[in-house]
């Protein structure tokens, strides 16, 4: 079974300060890991996803997040935050064990900028 | 393109009552998902829908059920709501079931 755990559910930064929101995950195969947003009323947009390949990887407006194996993390970075990045963040896991490629998503974690 | 659209966006209804939502795809995509987003239980995946057929069930009461027609259009139908039904049901595609999804805006439920 999948699991995803988001440290955090609130994280407060000031506008031009590093952005950091972590994602451990478990899986019994290598995943496919996945960062979603959520602004208020609105669906989830995709920020990034990583599948194989480079385990860095960019997505939009300036976010990145890392996959590392031996700590099971992919966590979300931005180097300059952005009053327009306050949002709720979602890391999500999906299944490739079964094929069933259902994604499991953390709680959340809510992104608070202070000008 | 056209992103996952869903009607109606708001909805009141009262305990008892049934209701249809509606999750029109992207154009192209065959697989439609259903969740449940509320405060206290996060993101809940509700079911997947490929090609007319129902693919992958989540852990939800039989009240809960859906259907996909041939233009990959789907419907989620909740019957007799209860009080804990209100949330925020979002609807995702995908090309095939092992691609990345993509949300609509969702579909926020009050039962009153």
């Known amino acids: 079974a999948q699991s995803v755990t988001q440290l955090g559910s609130h994280v407060s930064v000031s506008e031009g300060a590093l952005v950091l929101l972590r994602c451990n995950y478990s899986?019994?195969?290598?995943?496919?890991l996945f960062w979603y947003v959520q602004y208020p009323n609105q669906g989830l947009q995709l920020l990034l996803k990583?599948?194989?390949?480079?385990?860095l990887v960019k997505g939009i407006n300036g976010f990145e997040a890392e996959f590392k194996k031996s700590e099971t993390s992919f966590h979300l970075t931005k180097p300059s935050a952005h009053m327009s990045d306050a949002a709720e963040y979602f890391c999500?896991?999906?299944?490739?064990?079964?094929?069933?490629?259902?994604?499991?998503f953390g709680r959340g974690t809510s992104l608070i900028v202070h000008p | 393109k056209a992103g996952v659209t869903q009607t109606p966006r708001y909805l009141i209804k009262t305990r008892g009552q049934q209701v249809t939502l509606s999750c029109s795809p992207i154009?192209?995509?065959?697989?439609v998902s259903w969740y449940q987003q509320t405060p206290g239980q996060g993101l809940q995946f509700l079911f997947e829908?490929?090609?007319?057929?129902?693919?992958n069930k989540g852990n939800f009461p039989g009240r809960f059920s859906g259907r996909q027609f041939s233009n990959s259009r789907s419907e989620m139908n909740v019957s007799t709501l209860e009080l804990g039904d209100s949330a925020l049901y979002l609807c995702?595609?995908?090309?095939?079931?092992?691609?990345?999804?993509?949300f609509g805006p969702g579909t926020r439920l009050l039962v009153l």
């Open positions: 999500a896991v999906s299944d490739q064990e079964g094929g069933s490629y259902i994604p499991t």
């Open positions: 899986s019994s195969v290598p995943p496919y």
């Open positions: 829908y490929f090609s007319e057929t129902q693919r």
């Open positions: 154009s192209g995509h065959r697989s």
């Open positions: 990583y599948t194989t390949g480079a385990t």
């Open positions: 995702a595609s995908r090309q095939l079931p092992q691609e990345t999804q993509y």
